[in-house]
């Protein structure tokens, strides 16, 4: 039994109770169609525990402890349940028979990689935009990190119905592409790099790589050399970041240049809508937001005194955008100097008269790399940051990838290169990785002594103690999948899969798939095959949800 369908169990009794007069303050549509179920603190107090008699007591008029006693006496007609018990104020501690127990086994191997799956955002596009660095770089960490985030927390998204559109923004309008510009041009002259401008050896083989293809180019009057130079370097540039990216694992759906809200007039026409309803006004030659009306600090200017478009006229226009190519909700993983993006970006969208709510942010913060207990501080390539391509070098994408999504995004992260290439125990990945590799390892030397009959599973034989901890691990997944991308914490995946490795390998410690040479094959050891074969399947769908490969062995 899963901890959904003791849920519905839960509501059912609950019903019934109610229809048969035995809690006669509660009204049908009062009870919850899901009543939350967590796993007591202490083993054993339970396989199950809920608090929904404390919720609906007031309601039902009675006290929580009667309610729940009420509900455990209806509970009971589950044949799938052995045991509820009311403790403490009102909880119901519920113990599973050995057979509903272990039948979930069962039901992971038969739905595979579908295992794990809802349908909380069935119907719904979410566009989730992440990295959008300017291409005037390599990806640097903070890159790096929303990189894994942001598809991690699209697939979590997927794996609960929605259709998740990877959005990359191609920031290709403004004065950083200028000082790019600047910068390979006088790279490719031999100048030093100008004030403000890029520097690392990339722009140095940026710039002779198109001096080299068409060294005449250097040569033009200024505005046209740099323009040139402007043109054949962002596409390099982003070239090279696509590429870093797909390596990373990370693919998008859509690369959006924000040059075209301007050439396309939709920056022009989103300010004529919010001049059009009055959310603009003049002030000191400038045309302003009220912003403020909408929650934000401050009123925000959205034409400069000197006619030209602030940045946040893109932004509105950007999110109209979205909203038009069908999005019911756009996040935005953005860098820790983004925090005043939270208000103002919905203050745009209130001002164009849509839902604030349709609009999210995510603010991340630094992450540092450390090796031999200092922090890294330079490039060998980039300079003076240190990039996505440093962290892959030394650690592999796997490991980089998780290092980056386990922990909560509103912290800082530090990633000890010397713990991460390791393959220890102390590595997460390597400790999760490896407990997959087992199980794998496991099944092969069953499936050659003849162990893994199908039809020879009894659930209620997986009746020792670390199977019943193993069973009630995997019953979680589903729910940390659901919270994962409620939440939008994708840590809590890796978080969650440590755990499950842990329980495996202690299961795997005390219980035996393969009998001794002096045992003969009994059904529990068909049964034990299964929980196997049920943690790999766990271990590999959230592997995968997190975009780090299974591997057979290791």
């Known amino acids: 039994m899963t901890p959904e369908e003791l849920s519905q169990a839960l509501a059912a009794a609950l019903r019934q109770a109610v229809a048969d007069g035995a809690i006669t303050g509660l009204e ?25 008699a404390l919720q609906l007591a007031k309601r039902a008029g009675l006290p929580p402890r009667d309610l729940a006693a009420v509900l455990a006496r209806y509970l009971l007609a589950d044949l ?27 039901q992971i191997v038969q739905q595979g990689t579908a295992f794990g799956r809802g349908q909380a955002y069935q119907g719904q596009t979410i566009n989730v935009e992440f990295v959008s660095a300017n291409p005037t770089g390599p990806v640097h960490l903070a890159g790096a990190r929303w990189a894994a985030v942001g598809d991690t927390m699209a697939r979590t998204l997927e794996a609960q119905g929605a259709t998740a559109v990877r959005e990359y923004y191609f920031n290709d309008h403004g004065t950083q592409i200028d000082r790019f510009a600047q910068s390979l041009l006088n790279a490719a002259k031999g100048l030093p790099t100008p004030q403000d401008g890029y520097g690392g050896q990339y722009i140095q083989d940026i710039a002779h790589g198109i001096d080299g293809a068409e060294p005449a180019l250097k040569d033009l009057p200024e505005d046209q050399a740099l323009e040139a130079y402007r043109a054949r370097g962002v596409v390099t540039m982003f070239a090279e970041i696509k590429q870093q990216l797909h390596d990373f694992g990370v693919d998008f759906d859509v690369y959006f240049h924000e040059q075209s809200l301007y050439d396309s007039g939709e920056v022009k026409a989103a300010i004529g809508q919010l001049k059009a309803n009055g959310s603009l006004y003049e002030a000191d030659g400038a045309w302003w937001l009220k912003s403020t009306a909408y929650g934000d600090d401050k009123d ?17 226009a950007y999110f109209q955008n979205k909203r038009q190519r069908g999005a019911d ?12 993006y939270i208000a103002r970006l919905k203050a745009g969208a209130a001002a164009l008269g849509d839902n604030p709510d349709r609009v999210e942010v995510l603010i991340g913060q630094m992450v540092f790399l450390v090796k031999d207990g200092q922090r890294v501080k330079m490039s060998k390539r980039a ?26 995004i509103d912290s800082n992260l530090e990633i000890d290169l010397d713990l991460w290439a390791s393959n220890t125990n102390d590595n997460p990945v390597y400790y999760v990785q490896y407990a997959h590799a087992r199980t794998r390892s496991v099944a092969r030397n069953a499936t050659a002594a003849g162990i893994g009959d199908s039809a020879l599973f009894d659930p209620a034989t997986l009746a020792h103690e670390s199977e019943a901890v193993l069973l009630g691990v995997l019953a979680e997944y589903p729910g940390a999948i659901a919270q ?7 840590h809590r995946v890796a978080r969650y899969l440590e755990g499950v490795a842990g ?27 299964v929980l196997n ?3 790999a399947q766990v271990l590999s769908n959230g592997l995968a949800m997190l975009g780090v490969s299974a591997p057979e062995r290791m």
């Open 329 to 340: 909700l756009a996040i935005y993983l953005l860098g820790a100097d983004h925090h005043g």
């Open 383 to 408: 300079g003076t940051v240190v990039t996505m391509e440093d962290l892959v070098s030394a650690i592999g994408v796997d490991a980089a990838r998780y290092a980056l999504v386990r922990s909560s």
């Open 28 to 52: 049908e549509p009062a009870i919850p169609s899901e009543i939350h179920v967590e796993r007591p603190r202490q083993r054993e107090h339970g396989d199950w525990a809920t608090n929904v």
């Open 484 to 490: 994962a991308a409620e939440l939008r914490e994708p």
């Open 300 to 316: 925000r200017v959205v034409i400069k005194s000197d006619g030209h478009a602030a940045y946040i006229a893109g932004d509105i």
């Open 503 to 529: 329980a495996y390998h202690k299961w795997y410690d005390q219980c035996r798939v393969i009998p001794t040479v002096d045992q003969a094959v009994e059904p529990v050891h068909h049964s034990r095959f």
């Open 533 to 535: 074969e049920a943690t």
């Open 80 to 106: 799938a349940v052995a045991a509820a018990d009311v403790a403490g104020p009102g909880f119901l501690n519920i113990t599973l028979n050995k057979a509903a127990a272990g039948e979930l086994a069962r």
